[in-house]
């Protein structure tokens, strides 16, 4: 039982390329979402999925898409990046929206020159 | 809007108790939860509170109080193995975290 997985783990770009983020869950829950997490400024949401087919944004969604391809995988995706979304990626997922228990996949640590 | 309050960072020695506070301002409150970050990590789930009071779970305990909006973690015989960040959220559609405390711990 893998959990939540995440991959890349480290990624380097340089400004202007683009990116796709994979995420893809085996606990059959129902929510996801996509954080970033920048020193001192916690974890903020980009984007969720409370469920297949469905996506809303989060705090901070300029400059980020996504996809929610199929109740286990969550995408996201930079068009074109920018040093201002160098930052550590985490996708999480929960039973339901408003579960008590988030799962973390294990992170991406992206950096854009 | 929605908010969480801690403080930035807490030093403890090892051996000893510590409180990492939590205060929220939101329009709906289902519960209060914890979780743990290593230093290169992920966070980790480590309690919720959905009523008042107390909720134990071996040397951590979590607390909440809905009429002051006010939680806390609670960390007993610290080891240094607890040297990591802590942050409360509130689950509603979605999750909203605090910005995460630094426990710092001294032998």
């Known amino acids: 039982n893998a959990g939540v997985t995440q991959t890349p783990k480290f990624q380097v770009l340089k400004t202007g390329q683009s990116m796709t983020l994979q995420c893809a869950q085996d606990?059959?829950?129902?929510?996801m979402y996509w954080y970033r997490q920048d020193p001192g400024m916690g974890l903020r949401l980009i984007y969720y999925s409370a469920s297949e087919g469905t996506t809303d944004k989060g705090e901070v969604p300029n400059g980020y898409n996504v996809s929610r391809l199929n109740k286990r995988e969550f995408s996201l995706r930079l068009e074109s990046a920018a040093p201002s979304q160098t930052s550590v990626y985490f996708c999480?997922?929960?039973?339901?929206?408003?579960?008590?228990?988030?799962?973390f996949g294990q992170g991406t640590r992206l950096t854009v020159v | 809007g929605q908010s969480l309050e801690q403080p930035s960072e807490v030093t403890a020695v090892e051996g000893a108790i510590v409180q990492i506070n939590c205060t929220y301002q939101t329009s709906g409150f289902y519960g209060l939860s914890w979780y743990q970050q290593h230093d290169g990590g992920a966070p980790t789930f480590l309690s919720y509170n959905g009523l008042d009071g107390l909720e134990e779970t071996g040397r951590f305990s979590s607390f909440l109080s809905r009429s002051d909006s006010y939680g806390y973690l609670l960390l007993q015989e610290l080891q240094m193995k607890d040297s990591a960040s802590y942050f409360c959220?509130?689950?509603?559609?979605?999750?909203?975290f605090g910005k995460g405390t630094r426990l710092h711990i001294l032998p």
């Open positions: 959220a509130y689950p509603l559609d979605k999750i909203i």
């Open positions: 999480a997922s929960t039973l339901t929206g408003g579960a008590a228990e988030a799962f």
């Open positions: 606990m059959n829950h129902n929510s």
